[in-house]
Nanobody, 123 residues
Framework: QVQLVESGGGLVQAGGSLRLSCAASGRTFSTYAMGWFRQGPGKEREFVASISRNGIGTSHADSVKGRFTISRDNTKNTLYLEMKTLKPEDTAFYYC????????????????WGQGTQVTVSS
């Protein structure tokens, strides 16, 4: 199993930037494909970005393309989400997730989840 802990959330003004981190422990990090998901107030959890085990393959939701970038450092057992040009609609709880399968945009495909970190973007 893998344990995941997110950090880096906070309050930021529209147009600002944040970098989220997800620290993994337990089973070897590089054996997991990873994803970021978010859940805004009154909304269902939605896909943000995903990345392959070696970091070469990535996918980003249309709503964040060009603004958010997913990356990973397997030597540090850490997943990242660089977020730029933040908008109020990006306000949500952000979760990282892990799967031993291929990277995917489906949250049901990920059995391991962190507790999340809150991102609030003020207008």
């Amino acid at each position: 199993q893998v344990q995941l802990v997110e950090s880096g959330g906070g309050l930021v003004q529209a147009g600002g930037s944040l970098r989220l981190s997800c620290a993994a422990s337990g089973r070897t990090f590089s054996t997991y494909a990873m994803g970021w998901f978010r859940q805004g107030p009154g909304k269902e959890r939605e896909f943000v970005a995903s990345i392959s085990r070696n970091g070469i393959g990535t996918s980003h939701a249309d709503s964040v393309k060009g603004r958010f970038t997913i990356s990973r450092d397997n030597t540090k057992n850490t997943l990242y989400l660089e977020m730029k040009t933040l908008k109020p609609e990006d306000t949500a709880f952000y979760y990282c997730a892990a799967t031993v399968g291929l990277y995917s945009d489906r949250n049901a495909y990920y059995p391991y989840w962190g507790q999340g970190t809150q991102v609030t973007v003020s207008s």
